[in-house]
C-alpha cells in the first residue's frame, strides 16, 4: 500500500514540475524516486517473507518504470533504477534469511539451556554448557 501511494506522490510532484517548465528536474525526480522505493523493499525485508519481499520489488519496479516513462527520464537511468531495485530485493532477502537464521540458531540454544537446568544444579548445568561449546572430537572404537 506505501508503494502506490508514493507512485502518486511522486508522479503528482512530477506533473507540478512538468508544468512548471522544469522538465529536468521532473525527470530527476523520478530517477531518484529509486532511493525510496529501495528503502520500503527493506523495510518489507524486515516485516514478511522471502516471497512478500520479491513481490513488493517487482512492484516498485513497476511503479518506478512508470514513473521514469511518465517524467520521460532517460532510458539508461529508468533500467539502472530497476536494476538498483533488484540487487537491493537479493540483499534483503540474504539478510532477512540470515536473521531467521540467527533467531532460530539462539532459540535452540535457549531451549537446550533450559533443559539443563531442568535436570542439573545451576553449577552443574554451566559446566556442561561451557563443555558443548567445546567439544572435542569424537573418539572411534577400534
Given at each position: 500500500?506505501?508503494?502506490?501511494?508514493?507512485y502518486?506522490?511522486?508522479?503528482?510532484?512530477?506533473?507540478?514540475?512538468?508544468?512548471?517548465?522544469?522538465?529536468?528536474?521532473?525527470?530527476?525526480?523520478?530517477?531518484?524516486?529509486?532511493?525510496?522505493?529501495?528503502?520500503?523493499?527493506?523495510?518489507?525485508?524486515?516485516?514478511?517473507g522471502?516471497?512478500?519481499?520479491?513481490?513488493?520489488?517487482?512492484?516498485?519496479?513497476?511503479?518506478?518504470?512508470?514513473?521514469?516513462?511518465?517524467?520521460?527520464?532517460?532510458?539508461?537511468?529508468?533500467?539502472?533504477?530497476?536494476?538498483?531495485?533488484?540487487?537491493?530485493s537479493?540483499?534483503?532477502?540474504?539478510?532477512?534469511?540470515?536473521?531467521l537464521?540467527?533467531?532460530?540458531a539462539?532459540?535452540?540454544?535457549?531451549?537446550?539451556?533450559?533443559?539443563?537446568?531442568?535436570?542439573?544444579?545451576?553449577q552443574?548445568?554451566?559446566?556442561?554448557s561451557?563443555?558443548?561449546?567445546?567439544?572435542?572430537?569424537?573418539?572411534?572404537?577400534?
Amino acid at each position: 500500500m506505501d508503494m502506490p501511494f508514493l507512485y502518486l506522490m511522486m508522479r503528482d510532484l512530477i506533473d507540478r514540475l512538468t508544468a512548471g517548465n522544469f522538465a529536468d528536474d521532473a525527470q530527476t525526480t523520478a530517477v531518484s524516486s529509486t532511493v525510496f522505493f529501495v528503502l520500503l523493499v527493506f523495510l518489507t525485508s524486515t516485516l514478511l517473507g522471502r516471497h512478500e519481499i520479491q513481490f513488493a520489488a517487482i512492484v516498485a519496479m513497476i511503479l518506478e518504470t512508470a514513473l521514469g516513462l511518465h517524467a520521460q527520464a532517460d532510458m539508461a537511468q529508468v533500467a539502472f533504477s530497476a536494476v538498483a531495485i533488484f540487487f537491493s530485493s537479493v540483499l534483503a532477502v540474504g539478510a532477512s534469511g540470515r536473521a531467521l537464521h540467527l533467531v532460530g540458531a539462539v532459540a535452540a540454544e535457549q531451549l537446550r539451556r533450559e533443559r539443563l537446568a531442568r535436570y542439573f544444579s545451576p553449577q552443574i548445568a554451566a559446566q556442561l554448557s561451557e563443555r558443548g561449546t567445546h567439544r572435542p572430537a569424537a573418539r572411534r572404537a577400534r
